[in-house]
């Protein structure tokens, strides 16, 4: 489950040319079109609270050839650009939780109640051996990326962000990312983004969300309708083999519980007698973190 949700970002450098034209005849806006397109349909989805169901496939651990499946459902509470919060329950069980804010991202898996395990660690030290104690190659704060809500930023075409025509009726526009690039395709008729792609420096996919079933996300104290947002999110993560699928539900902008943003209230509350990880404490130190 822990792949549902992990991804960082270190600054800019030239794209990696991944996504040659396909020879489609589709006509190609600017990047600074679709950042103005998409950046408009996102304003409004700076928070998001929601229910969520999910089944996660991944290869069994005793047998890497056969597929296991896992199900359970819980909430998602999203403050951008850093605040997560995603709680994992089956049968009325808690039993995960995967959150971040403006330092800290953390995982606790509470499977054993009397023994839980947290690890934790910090955004700006996150890299490729604390990523792995996750299980998957990507962090924390792309999980955003991967639901299509993000902004994309204030960069020139050709200067760290581009467009290109990757298939007919489609275009992708690509940025940097902490650890490589995040590239977003569109419908080339009105700019409706059907999904995220998350790349390392090479251009392999780390990671692949499908965007789908879009649904209007009310916003709390404003009569005026809701943006459109993807409610039923696919997403694969090939190195790993693992697939999610995400189903919203109930999704709205609306006030969140800044309790579920606060690493020590989480401590306190979920992880009490457990075993905590400091994934960024050298090897021999692991574990004596918090």
Known sequence: AAAMLVGCSNGPSPAPDVRPDSGAEVALPSYSEVRAVHNERVARLDRLWSRMSFVVRRPDPDNPERLISDQAEGNVQIQQPRSVAISMTKLGELFFILGSNDDLYW???????????????????????????????????????????????????????????????????????????????????????????????????????QLGRPRRVPVEGDGAPGEFMGTRIRITFPLENVFVSVELAEQANRSLNPGVFDFDRILRSYGRNGRVYDLDAEPTQLGQGR
């Open 107 to 209: 995982w606790v898996d509470r499977t054993e109640k009397r023994s839980p395990v947290v690890l934790f660690g910090r955004h700006d030290l996150a890299g490729p051996r604390s990523l792995e104690w996750l299980g998957v190659n990507v962090a924390p704060l792309e999980f955003i990326d991967l639901f299509g809500i993000t902004p994309l930023p204030d960069l020139e075409e050709g200067a760290g962000a581009w467009v290109r025509s990757d298939a007919a009726g489609t275009v992708s526009a690509g940025v940097p990312s902490r650890f490589g690039y995040r590239s977003m395709v569109f419908d080339a008729s009105d700019l409706t983004l059907l999904g995220v792609e998350m790349l390392d420096q090479s251009g392999e996919v780390l990671a692949q969300a």
